[in-house]
């Protein structure tokens, strides 16, 4: 292939739009006014969640890149006979625990969680992907150090208040009368454009975009980690002028990377570059869309309150999330 998605990077590229230090991107376009009309939106209280399970049994198994998450007990049930014996004993976690139960009936449990901050429903920040070693709005590839992302790193957005707005599903797989697209599937600027009009939906500035595909579906029945990567559907990066002509604040799908998996046009997730690299737009993969693309063939409306706060979690790249949609 040429570099036509250089040419379109050009295009479609924000840097400097919001301030040469800006480091939310297209995130700005989620101004006070958009947000408190999203609320709007949230008219008989029903919150559809959003997000996948954090378990051992997620997509990550046999990517090698990532794993699934870890989940540990640290205290339980368990450790209030030892702490019983414990009592007395000074300095040993056990002991402190030991001295909170020597006052009173109270007991409790903790827990950890080890993971990927990709591993599931997740939003990447504007510097988990550059090229031509730079980052979004110009910071240098270096920026992002072994510590962490100096710049554009996810406590940027949970620090302005998350990923709050009006958001549109639109919903492809349900407009091809398909369960879900077939592997590989590829979804361009105008599909986009027939689905929202099918829905009777107008995208206004600022719109959070969620995408569905029905393929976590296929993550669900089949439990094949490596093909619900490899096989994966999804945008293509052509979409990617559609979305910055909308003007939208952010895109989530159904599916492991947003755009379709396998190199389009020979290119290895080329809108992964312009999205987060080129427009400052995050994206959001591994969402379950199930229920809301239910919940809208139901009641014909396809907006809602979207709330998908990040994780304040200095310098990371990504965040886990449990998105809701508010109707
Ligand atoms: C890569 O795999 C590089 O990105 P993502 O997890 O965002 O698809």
Not at 12 to 34: C, I, S
Not at 100 to 116: Q, S, V
Not at 221 to 241: I, M, N, T, V
């Amino acid at each position: 292939m040429g570099e036509e998605w250089r040419e379109a990077a050009e295009r479609v590229r924000n840097w400097g739009r919001w301030g040469e230090d800006d480091q939310l991107g297209t995130l700005n376009l989620l101004t006070p006014e958009r947000i408190a009309r999203a609320a709007t939106r949230a008219r008989q209280g029903r919150s559809i969640p959003l997000g996948v399970p954090f378990d051992a049994y997620g997509p990550q198994g046999s990517s090698g890149m990532r794993r699934n998450p870890v989940h540990l007990m640290a205290i339980d049930g368990g450790d209030a006979e030892l702490a019983a014996h414990l009592a007395g004993w000074g300095g040993a976690a056990e002991a402190q625990v030991a001295g909170m139960y020597a006052h009173g009936p109270m007991r409790f449990n903790d827990d950890y969680m080890i993971l990927p901050l990709q591993a599931a429903t997740q939003w990447d920040a504007l510097s988990h992907v550059y090229y031509d070693g730079l980052l979004y709005n110009g910071y240098p590839a270096t920026a992002v150090t072994s510590l962490g992302a100096t710049r554009l790193g996810i406590e940027q957005v949970a620090e302005r208040g998350g990923v709050v707005g009006r958001g549109v599903l639109l919903d492809v797989a349900r407009h091809r009368n398909l369960d879900r697209l077939e592997g590989g599937a590829v979804v361009g600027p105008h599909e986009l454009e027939a689905v929202a009009g099918a829905q009777g939906v107008a995208l206004e500035p600022g719109d959070i975009l969620v995408i569905r595909t029905g393929w976590w579906t296929h993550f669900l029945e089949h439990r094949k980690q490596s093909e619900w990567f490899r096989a994966s559907p999804g945008l293509s990066w052509r979409c990617a002028e559609w979305l910055r002509e909308h003007d939208i604040a952010a895109v989530a799908v159904d599916n492991p990377a947003v755009e379709v998996m396998r190199p389009e046009d020979g290119v290895m997730l080329p809108l992964h570059m312009l999205a987060l690299r080129d427009m400052g737009m995050p994206l959001g993969e591994i969402w379950d869309l199930e229920a809301l693309g239910a919940d809208c063939a139901e009641d014909g409306v396809y907006d809602f309150l979207l709330c998908a706060p990040a994780l304040r979690i200095p310098g990371a790249v990504g965040t886990p999330i449990s998105p809701v949609a508010i109707k």
